[in-house]
């Protein structure tokens, strides 16, 4: 500190004897204290712009000369009620310039209220790259507080730093070359790339993929480098931007290195087991043919809308199983495994795929009691709700790089990701069986299709892709014409018998205009194409001959509809399909809440209250162009989704555990009400489409119209 400022500090006397005098003094008194001075700034309410205060080895860097901010304080014994505690702050800094003087600059600033900061930005003539210390003391107007450095204070240092850091280098062992026509492996596989600047001051880098990730990464010491890892998620050329920051916070000019990704690697292990009925063994795409016991029977049934032709049934028994007599993943590396799978029972623990390893499985993929399950090292990921007959793709993970255990059930990711730490598994790949202490066991009943290994992290797009069903086109009915009360599906299916109150309305059925006829009633064109269905909203229907889909399996339904009426004085359903009691689902209109909505009763019994399990408002009552909707059931992740317009939101997404089937013919009108039909729609129906699976976001905007979306 300088002379100066030890002889302010000395100059300080102790108040605290006078004090005690005019309390003895002023007994009885309510306000007798003149004055206290005010307290010691603490040094945890010190910054240097956006740092603390520090001094020495911890003194704080700065890119611009900074704001010095202080938190000062009046003793609470000052304040009367009708007083706000004005302070000031007098701020004092100082430093060495190149000829070695001691260089000085103070500030005092405007008078505020006590407890909040008072700040001074320091003077522009501060020298780059030299200390500069700084205290602050408050002034009330009768007495001074210590300095912010005296006694156990500190006094507060910063450098002031007016150079940005050299751009970095940027080198990688796993993208070696910038270059636009070299491409890489691949799409899962993690790449590692080096950055370094020249700079010694350098304490870490910000950096940036396309469409991410971003982020800032620490230099292993100042000046020193830094890795970032990088997980390809898509096939693509692909650029790095990255920028050195400094201590003062000052960043580089940003370097750019672009690299291209190759898709992912083939599974290092295949066995699509779709071999002939009566095989023995299960050919290999990649790997080792695999041995199968005398309990497994080729040519089972596969998944719908899958690449899967066929797949096995293993009978739970000893005999039960498959191997290629070799392992098939590194279980201390990334891998993953998958499979379709049918359970024939649920409740017990069977295994869809394990490995090997001393005395017992290295990893095992299947079941286990009422949930899917990936186990590996001691750790164990669950989630799903596996049933009985149902087809459910399965994909556990191990990201060696992160130390993840992942599970996937029909492409979704379930249960928590949880750190894992394998154990050698360098025994036999298995399919329907896991190792014991005294033999195998966990035995798998049921059908099992299409295994593969991987040798790398398959990514959450691919998992979706791997347990994609494509869904299958069950009818499309344009409502344009009818022939006997049927109107014709396109691909010449079921017809849809159109009711009484109900009729094909085309644009050509208008034949005035009422601009020029007043006595003309105005008629809205079709919904689309060249007609639709009108329905008269108290008898008008149209029924196919029996159930379109199957309300217990993943399932689509659209529907383009405008009512007639602005206010309707009761709910209208758009289409049902009805079990033996009540309906399984409906998609109707609700005038008391202008909204959409999807009903499914939770059983077929009669009485059975509605549920409204979605529903979505609409924004001009039902009328204008109509509406494009959609209802989505999802059986591989339980859910069921209401869309309007090809939107959908939170509220018109619902868990929807256990679809029923329903044996009731489509209707298109009306719904179950009591022992009859009720909720006639008074309005216009057209462009009917039902699918056989679940489509996705992405096509659900494509229905509605005269042609079918292409699910590609």
């Known amino acids: ?105 103070s500030y005092t600033t405007a008078t505020l209220s006590s407890g909040i900061p008072f700040s001074w930005t320091a003077p522009a003539d501060i020298p780059a790259n030299t200390p500069v210390s700084w205290h602050v003391r408050a002034d009330d107007g009768k007495a001074t507080s210590p300095w912010s450095d005296e006694g156990d204070g500190s006094v507060c240092s910063f450098v002031y730093d007016d150079t940005s850091p050299q751009p970095v280098t940027i080198t990688s062992p796993d993208y070696p070359t910038p270059d636009q026509e070299y491409w890489v492996d691949g799409v899962g596989v993690y790449g590692h790339f080096t950055v370094r600047s020249p700079s010694d ?72 087991l779709d071999d002939p009925a009566g095989s023995r063994s299960a ?57 379709w799978t049918r359970p024939a029972e649920t409740g017990r623990t069977m ?65 928590t990701a949880a750190q894992a730490t394998p154990a050698e598994a360098a025994g036999a790949f298995q399919i329907g069986r896991a190792r014991g202490t005294a033999g195998y066991r966990d035995r798998w009943h049921g059908e099992v299709g299409d295994v593969r290994v991987y040798d790398r992290v398959v990514v959450p797009q691919e998992a979706t892709e791997l347990a994609r069903r494509a869904p299958k086109l069950l009818g499309h009915w344009s409502l344009e014409d009818a022939t006997d009360s049927a109107s014709p599906e396109q691909s010449h299916g079921t017809p849809l018998h159109l009711g009484p109150g109900a009729s094909i309305y085309h644009a050509s059925d208008s034949s005035c205009i009422p601009e020029i006829d007043p006595d003309c009633t105005y008629t809205p064109p079709p919904l689309s194409g060249d007609g639709h269905l009108a329905l008269d909203g108290e008898t008008g229907y149209a029924a196919a001959e029996g159930p379109v889909v199957d309300t217990a399996d993943s399932f689509t339904l659209g529907v383009v509809v ?110 179950k009400a009591g022992d009859g039909w009720g909720e006639y729609l008074h309005g216009d129906v057209d462009e009917i489409q039902a699918y056989a699976g679940a489509l996705r976001d992405e096509d659900v905007v494509a229905l509605g119209h005269t042609t079918d979306p292409c699910l590609c």
């Open 1 to 105: 500190m300088s002379n100066r400022s030890r002889t302010r500090r000395h100059a300080r006397t102790a108040v605290v004897g006078c004090v005690t005098a005019l309390l003895a003094a002023t007994a009885g008194t309510a306000w007798g204290i003149d004055n206290l001075p005010p307290l010691q700034p603490r040094v945890q309410d010190l910054r240097s712009g956006s740092k603390a205060c520090a001094t020495g080895a911890d003194t704080a860097y700065v890119s611009a000369p900074p704001r010095l901010t202080a938190v000062l304080y009046d003793p609470e014994e000052d304040n009367q009620p009708s007083e706000s505690s004005p302070l000031k702050g007098e701020f004092e800094a100082w430093w060495t310039d190149a000829a070695g003087v001691e260089q000085h600059r």
């Open 201 to 272: 001051d350098v304490v870490s880098y910000t950096y940036g993929f396309i469409g991410g990730p971003y982020g800032t990464v620490d230099a292993e010491q100042p000046g020193g480098p830094a890795t970032i890892t990088f997980l390809p998620l898509t096939a693509a050329p692909q650029m790095l931007t990255v920028q050195a920051v400094d201590r003062s916070g000052r960043v580089s000019a940003p370097t750019r290195y672009d690299f291209n990704v190759k898709s992912g690697r083939a599974p290092a292990g295949r066995w699509k």
């Open 283 to 339: 050919a290999a795409d990649t790997g080792t043919a695999a041995r199968a016991g005398t309990g497994v029977t080729f040519g089972a049934a596969a998944p719908s809308g899958t690449e899967t032709t066929s797949t096995v049934t293993l009978d739970g028994s000893g005999h039960g199983f498959l191997t290629p007599g070799v392992p098939a993943a590194d279980t201390r590396k990334t891998f993953a495994v998958s499979a």
């Open 351 to 415: 295994t869809v795929a394990s490995q090997d390893a001393d005395g017992g499985p290295g990893f095992t993929l299947g079941l286990r009691g009422q949930d899917w399950s990936f186990a590996i090292g001691g750790t164990r990921v669950f989630g799903g709700a596996p049933e009985t007959g149902e087809w459910t793709h399965l994909l556990g993970l191990y990201d060696a790089e992160t130390g993840l255990a992942h599970l996937y059930v029909n492409g979704h990711e379930v249960g």
């Open 562 to 671: 405008r009512l007639a009426d602005s206010e309707p004085a009761h709910p209208m359903t758009v289409l049902s399909q009805a079990g033996e009691h009540t309906d399984a689902f409906k998609v109707r209109y609700e005038p008391a809440t202008q909204a959409w909505q999807l009903v499914m009763p939770e059983k077929d019994e009669a009485g059975a209250p509605e549920r409204v399990v979605s529903q979505i408002e609409a924004a001009d009552g039902g009328e204008g162009q109509g509406h494009r909707l959609a209802v989505v059931y999802d059986d591989g992740t339980d859910t069921v989704k209401l869309y309007a317009d090809g939107y959908t939101n939170a509220g018109a997404t619902a868990t929807l555990p256990d679809g029923w089937h329903s044996t009731g013919a489509l209707q298109v009108g009306r719904g």
